[in-house]
């Protein structure tokens, strides 16, 4: 079992979204979604931005680097604008559609519309008609996910990825607790939580 | 062709340093290794540390990284005590000592010491121990490594790293001017110097 630790604003999580479900089944390793917030770490760590954003070099990079990444991997790429993009109700919408079994394909859906389609997916319209995409109540589950349970149970997740010492997205940890930080360390976080079987 | 750029106190360097021959050699690609300071790059980035030693979460997990990826690579690996360790006068002496031909090897030799002996790279004599391993006048490439010429070439390689718009080490740069970042990123900038031979 691997749990995936990602913020759904994180550029890297985008390839690593798209690549964990064939590579885990190949590997036989079960993997667990956990969508978390990345803001609360980066603001503890003293940065009120995206890190890409406060360190004009390392963004400059990342961009070119997301591009080749993607281009090698045949994902169809944008960069969102504004970036980064808000992330907190995907996040709460996702806690409430893990609950009705269309969590993961959720998961996937808004990242093809941030970082493919160029989408805001901050706004309720977008992530609304991503749901509608799947077979579920959408009016339902968006009225869960913004319900006191689920806010603090996406706080509780957040605070258990600070906790894990993840300090970045996306994040692999295996059940005897090894974290790898990562799109390139998925691999080696699915062969480590495969011998450990 | 591709340029190597390192800094002798940087962690990833070090399995990158280890690694880039052979792989370089297998891909048909000349590589050159362009050892430049952090430091006064971090700084214009408002750190007077090493990210690692700043952000406590990221640092933990980087040596838990280092040890697992050492590891892999059949790397002995020592945390060194104090870090970062001072990679100035290193540097100074890597460029007195490419001039003799000498200088990969040294460069390899350094972080060995570093990273597998524990050993004080900031140490004048550690340093002219390891060039006596080599067939040189260690004598005269130290007083070489401390003339005026040798501090301005570094100063200028360290210039020519920001403007490429390197942020962190070990970064790889192909003719066509490609950045890659990071150990995790040698095969690929290796990948990408072949093609445009």
Redesign the interface.
């Known amino acids: 079992m691997l749990d995936f630790w990602f913020d759904f604003a994180s550029t890297y999580s985008y390839p690593a979204i798209m690549r964990v479900a064939p590579l885990a089944r190949e590997a036989r390793v079960g993997v667990r979604f956990r969508p978390f917030l990345l803001g609360p770490i980066f603001k503890s ?1 003293g940065w009120d931005n995206s890190p890409f954003n406060v ?1 004009e ?2 963004g ?2 990342m961009w ?2 997301m591009e ?1 990444l993607c281009a090698g991997l045949d994902l169809p790429f944008r960069k969102p604008d504004p970036f980064p993009q808000h992330s907190l109700l995907a996040a709460r919408i996702a806690l409430a559609a893990f609950d009705d079994g269309i969590g993961d394909d959720f998961c996937r859906a808004v990242f093809r519309a941030e970082f493919a389609e160029g989408k805001q997916i901050g706004d309720v319209g977008v992530l609304e008609s991503i749901l509608r995409e799947f077979n579920c109540d959408p009016r339902a589950i968006l009225e869960r996910a913004q319900s006191g349970e689920i806010k603090t149970r996406l706080r509780a997740q957040t605070d258990e990825a ?1 906790r894990l ?4 997205a996306p994040a692999f940890v295996t059940t005897d607790g ?5 799109n ?2 998925l691999e ?1 976080a699915l062969a480590w939580a495969a011998r450990k079987r």
């Open positions: 760590q360190y070099a390392k400059r990079y070119r680097d080749r600070a010492g993840i300090f970045g090894e974290l790898f930080w990562g390139d360390r080696q």
